[in-house]
């Protein structure tokens, strides 16, 4: 099956870490733009990172910069965003995306369901 399988999340103290992982299953990763998006409870949905395909260049939203590091490993067609620095306004569940033609500046004007693929979710949750 064709798929985008999210792993890592949990429970974190703020200030602490996590990592989360999107690896391609059925299919490489290597020519898609791949990134995160992110949906708190009772908030609209926030792209959080993406990563192009092309020259693995990177965007951030403003609130992670500086915090959050977006990388990728097409020998294993995974991205991996590691969370840094955390908060409880971090907390929400985290979708991985990726899509071969929609560009990582624009994404947030694109639905799930407009993407190659869409993961299923995972919840991260900052609190003490």
């Known amino acids: 099956q064709l798929q985008l399988v999210q792993s890592g999340g949990g429970l974190v103290q703020p200030g602490g870490s996590l990592k989360l992982s999107c690896a391609a299953s059925?299919?490489?990763?290597?020519?898609?733009?791949v990134g995160w998006f992110r949906q708190a409870p009772g908030k609209e949905r926030e792209e959080v990172s993406c990563i192009s395909s092309g020259d693995g260049s990177t965007d951030y939203a403003d609130s992670v910069k500086g915090r959050f590091t977006l990388s990728r490993d097409n020998a294993k067609s995974t991205v991996y965003l590691q969370m840094n620095s955390l908060k409880p306004e971090d907390t929400a569940v985290y979708y991985c995306a990726a899509d071969s033609g929609l560009r990582c500046d624009n994404w947030d004007l694109f639905d799930p369901h407009e993407f190659d693929y869409y993961g299923q979710g995972t919840q991260v949750t900052v609190s003490s």
């Open positions: 059925g299919f490489t990763l290597d020519r898609y733009n």
